[in-house]
């Protein structure tokens, strides 16, 4: 019997998330993982063979060895770096997760 691994890959919009568990070799990468998810198939829309990659919030390749339990994130780009979102709130009294003030 082959030994092998399991893994989570996640994708999410700001309206459909998905999560997906799937069984791999020992050698496998995170394309193989994205690959055996079919995540492709749920998000027909985007373009996943374009956006970063990541494991536990860490950047790697799509070449990257996977471990059990490990999480492969498929990474969006950001619409708004996260200090200028602050700024943006501070300017209307607001702060991150709060409702505004006054």
Known sequence: MTAT?????VFALPDKQRLVAVTLPTDATVADAISQS????HFPDER????EVG???RHVTREHVLSDGDRVEILR???LDPREARRQLALLGQTMGNTPKG
């Open 5 to 9: 691994i399991r893994v989570e890959v």
């Open 38 to 41: 079919s995540m492709s198939r």
């Open 48 to 51: 996943l063979d374009d956006l």
């Open 55 to 57: 494991v536990w919030g």
């Open 77 to 79: 780009p950001l619409e």
